[in-house]
């Protein structure tokens, strides 16, 4: 048969790793809590999934594998092996290895490399240490007649079947004849006798049961092993009795005694269907002893349930608590579409409106009003979609940590709170490496060995926190320990040194953490506390940076950090500030606008003398976007100008703008390629009218001006750069 | 008119397999992720073959079987079970309860449409 089973494979492939994960997160568990049976229960349930699908797609390595962790937790399950510390590290392990052996058919590869090979026969060899000798079970059914296959092709290739029906063969739904008919696709039936002498009398017949048998002369040339097979599913329900061509007369006379029909019939249903010629039954007749042992195969029990009694009823319907709910798969892409679509409608929805508002009729209006509405709901709704929790990411840290700890020979717990707080799915695969990168430092850096923390008074259990909550459109992630802290006079120091922090300056203690963030700062001798995995913090900030999110810590000497990611729910859709400059618009995200507030056409020429204004006492540098961005001015200088004050971490400037238009919900889009080497925009929008705005990005831009400002001061001059965006590029 | 059968499997791969086999050799097939979902599919409509696995949440096979079994619509209807051979007691378990045929996991689309034709003619 030729099926394309390629799609199919990619659901595997998606399913294998969900069940490895759950099956990590189950070990965990198990670890601390051994006994709890429901934990096994699903971890087996995951081995086997795995293996078993795996095999239909003949994927071997993984089949092999998997069945040894199979066999080894259905050992677990039966109670036969307890569970310890060695053995979760050796499961832990091996989910290890199973995702290993799930990528490289991910990646079409051909094979493992020679190391992960090298693992696997020592995961192997570990697997069998806990393996007992079982004693391999006895073939349940005794095979009626020995053969010799190899006489199977001589010249006669005629069989002998008798077949005696059960009573329970229908209700077993099993239909006698679907195997007469299967029996013939393995050969041609050349002759068959119905035998009905079990029928009892008519009152007493069961029109539910059976009470059929047949007795087949059949022509194969299959061995007796494929012909035996046929009747797998109805042995129980069927007394099966083969005779090779090659029978001798004494096989026929003993099947004769096993037949449950008196002799003489018996002898007639052999007869009839040819396989025994009539001068042949003369020396059965002969070969045939005298009392016939009582035939017990058709002694069937009414009900095949009585005859397993003994095994353990299964646990009726172990209802797990439904904690495996049911989803949906959707490819990741058909979303992305559906929510750019959405992107659109808004965009078209808002131009409608637009329209409707130059329209007298208010019927139009109140119809695109409806329209709206529920657009905005279909987008809500369609971002929602993309929500997941995070928890799925935190709780995979419950492994590093517990691998981290032991290696470092820390005793630390993880402790998980806020993971049911939802954001977009391409933050959270976004989030991990920069997670796992602030979490092993805690791990390393921060957390003490049990020794010194005993020293210092504290427990010598160490803590590691991950928390998430929902603040003002955001979503905070912190990371918490309770370790030594950040050594604040050695980052100072450290910081005068790279000339971060102006001579004679004392910086907030704020200031003075954060410079781990700069590039290149942290370095193994400067800052014990965050350091040392090659990577530096300015990559973990970069990273938070590009998902429009933000970072900063606060950390006490000796009670422990505090990481605080801020991050946006969406990359999709910000809820922007429209601002307008001579003709052109821009959108300056919500969530960096502090404030708005009228420039004076007094202040505005002082303003353009100094470059600054006094907000409430303090210093706040403008930026004139005209000139900034070289937009000319629509009319006369006498229109009334705004400030914008955006902000990022602790600085803080003024925009000044013509027109301030109020929040707009801003659908993004990216910007095309040609305009990659542009600093300070985070896409484009399109607005309502089919204009288009771009968005700033704040941070880039702030980043920008220090820079200009730094070049401006060493160069002596005056004029800021201008990032030469011109009205014509833009339309 | 094409046969119907009802696969019961928590994988979705399996079932994904298990149909496009089953459907390429001309049957209708209803699709089930567990014992539960199973038996609200079993809506009075002629089901001719069902196949289900042993380990499942929610509902398992084993009790899946017990259930069918009560249903006077569907008691005569041949049910594969899918086990591995390491599971030789819930192959009995499953015998005792009414599925008589199986098949051994992992397997081959090809072993699979054997067994089926033992028990049905497409």
């Known amino acids: ?731 | 008119m094409a046969k119907t059968i009802l696969v019961v499997d928590d994988s979705s791969s399996v079932r994904q397999v298990v149909g496009i086999a089953l459907k390429a050799a001309g049957y209708d097939i209803i699709e089930a992720s567990d014992g539960r979902d199973a038996l609200s599919k079993l809506t009075g409509q002629k089901v001719h073959l069902m196949i289900s696995d042993v380990n499942m949440p929610n509902m398992d096979g084993i009790t899946f079987v017990k259930e069918v079994k009560k249903l006077p619509a569907y008691k005569f209807t041949p049910i594969i079970m899918l086990t591995t051979e390491s599971q030789d007691s819930k192959k009995l378990e499953g015998q005792a309860a009414g599925a008589k045929a199986w098949i051994v996991k992992p397997f081959q689309p090809a072993q699979m449409m054997a067994a089926v034709s033992k028990l049905i003619m497409p």
């Open chain 1, 1 to 731: 048969m030729d099926i394309n089973l390629d799609s199919a494979l990619q659901t595997y492939i998606v399913e294998a790793r969900d069940l490895l994960h759950q099956m990590e997160e189950a070990l965990l568990v198990l670890e601390n809590d051994p006994n709890d049976s429901d934990t096994v229960d699903s971890l087996f349930r995951g081995a086997h999934t795995i293996k078993g699908s795996a095999g239909l797609f003949g994927l071997t390595p993984i089949v092999s594998f998997t069945h040894g962790v199979e066999d080894l937790l259905d050992r677990v399950r039966d109670a036969t092996l307890n569970i310890d510390s060695a053995l979760i590290a050796l499961l832990l392990a091996c989910t290890d290895h199973i995702c290993e052996l799930v990528d490289v058919v991910a990646e079409r590869s051909a094979s493992l490399d020679a190391q992960a090979v090298q693992r696997e026969n020592a995961l192997r060899e570990r697997l069998m240490t806990y393996q007992v000798s079982t004693p391999t079970s006895p073939d349940t059914w005794v095979r009626q007649s020995v053969i010799d296959d190899s006489a199977v092709r001589a010249a006669n290739l005629d069989w002998h079947i008798s077949l005696r029906f059960g009573e329970q063969v229908y209700r077993n739904g099993m239909d006698p004849f679907s195997f007469l008919r299967y029996l013939n696709t393995l050969g041609e039936i050349l002759h068959i006798v119905t035998t009905t002498t079990a029928m009892p009398a008519l009152p007493e017949m069961d029109p539910e049961s059976c009470y059929l048998g047949f007795d087949i002369r059949f022509r194969s040339a299959q061995t007796f092993e494929t012909i035996n097979e046929a009747f797998d599913f109805v042995r129980d329900d069927c007394a099966v009795h083969i005779l090779s061509p090659r029978a001798s007369l004494s096989e026929f006379a003993a099947l004769l005694g096993q037949l449950p029909e008196s002799r003489d019939h018996a002898e007639r249903l052999l007869v009839e269907s040819g396989s025994l010629l009539p001068g042949e039954l003369d020396s059965v007749q002969s070969q045939l002893p005298t009392q016939p042992s009582p035939s017990t195969d058709l002694e069937l029990p009414a009900d095949p349930v009585q005859l397993r009694g003994d095994s353990a009823p299964q646990a009726t319907a172990r209802e797990q608590k439904s904690r495996e709910s049911r989803y949906v798969r959707v490819h990741a892409d058909k979303l992305e579409e559906l929510i750019n679509l959405v992107g659109e409608l808004v965009i078209a929805g808002a131009g409608a409106k637009l329209l409707a508002s130059y329209n007298p009729e208010s019927e139009l209006r109140d119809a695109t009003a409806a329209v709206a509405e529920l657009v905005e709901k279909t987008l809500d709704c369609a971002l929602r979609m993309r929500m997941v929790p995070i928890g799925d990411t935190f709780s995979r840290f419950q492994r590093v940590v517990r691998d981290v700890s032991k290696e470092l020979g820390k005793d630390i717990e993880l402790e998980i709170s806020g993971g049911e707080t939802e954001l977009d799915k391409t933050v959270v695969e976004r989030i991990g490496d920069p997670l796992m990168h602030l979490i092993r430092n805690a791990l390393d850096h921060g957390i003490e060995a049990p020794a010194v923390r005993q020293a210092n008074g504290k427990q010598a259990r160490g803590r590691l926190r991950l928390n998430a909550f929902h603040d003002a459109g955001n979503i905070v992630v912190e990371i918490i320990d309770d370790g030594r802290g950040l050594d604040r006079e050695r980052i100072l120091e450290k910081g005068r040194e790279r000339n971060l922090v102006p001579a004679g300056a004392t910086p907030s203690d704020s200031d003075i953490y954060n410079l781990i963030f700069e590039p290149g700062f942290s370095t193994a001798e400067a800052v014990t506390n965050l350091s040392g995995r090659g990577v530096g913090m300015d990559v973990v900030k970069r990273n938070i940076t590009a998902l429009r999110g933000s970072i900063d810590l606060d950390s006490r000497s000796g009670e422990g950090t505090t990481v605080r990611i801020r991050l946006p729910l969406t990359l999709a859709i910000i809820d922007g500030f429209l601002v307008g400059v001579g003709e052109a618009f821009y959108v300056i995200p919500l969530e960096r606008v502090q404030e708005c507030m009228e420039l004076t056409s007094a202040a505005n020429d002082a303003a353009r003398r100094c470059g600054y204004i006094d907000l409430r006492g303090e210093v706040l540098p403008l930026l004139f976007m005209h000139d900034y961005f070289s937009i000319e001015e629509a009319g006369a200088g006498s229109r009334r100008q705004n400030v914008v004050v955006v902000h990022h971490l602790s600085k803080k400037i003024g925009l000044v703008v013509d027109e301030l238009m109020g929040e707009y919900q801003t659908v993004i889009k990216p910007l095309g390629k040609l305009f990659g080497a542009l600093h300070g925009f985070g896409g484009s929008s399109i607005l309502g009218n089919g204009a288009i705005a771009l968005i700033l990005d704040i941070p880039a831009l702030l980043t920008r001006l220090s820079e200009d400002s730094r070049a401006c001061v060493s160069k002596s001059t005056t004029t800021s750069e201008s990032l030469s965006v011109s009205q014509g590029q833009r339309s």
